[in-house]
């Protein structure tokens, strides 16, 4: 089995900084992508930024330059930094691994974390 936890999220004012953090355990052979996504009430969840194995990153619009996403290849971790924190960015945050399993190496699928709840808010 394939786990996807997340930590980091809380309140914070606008202008803040927060980091999100996920660990991909279990019988992983090899990631590929790993990234992060938000969703609000009644909207689709939606790709915040993305790094692949080799470190090349992709960011949505909205949060270039105030987002960085990085990721332990060794630990199987990643990270999202947020800084200047907008009440726009308020969201649950779901990590998201493209991998594959020990038992189907040659076939990967993607796996999500349950969420950490960011609230951005004076």
């Known amino acids: 089995q394939v786990q996807l936890v997340e930590s980091g999220g809380g309140l914070v004012q606008p202008g803040g900084s927060l980091r999100l953090s996920c660990a991909a355990s279990?019988?992983?052979?090899?990631?590929?992508?790993m990234g992060w996504y938000r969703q609000v009430p009644g909207k689709q969840r939606a790709l915040v930024a993305a790094?692949?194995?080799?470190?090349?990153?992709n960011y949505t619009d909205s949060v270039s330059g105030r987002f960085t996403i990085y990721r332990d290849n060794a630990k199987n971790t990643v990270n999202l930094q947020m800084n200047s924190l907008k009440p726009e960015d308020t969201a649950a945050y779901y990590c998201n691994a493209r991998l594959a399993t020990m038992r189907q190496k040659g076939q990967y699928w993607d796996y999500w974390g349950k969420g950490t709840l960011v609230t951005v808010s004076s």
């Open positions: 279990g019988t992983i052979f090899r990631i590929d992508s």
């Open positions: 790094i692949t194995s080799g470190g090349s990153t």
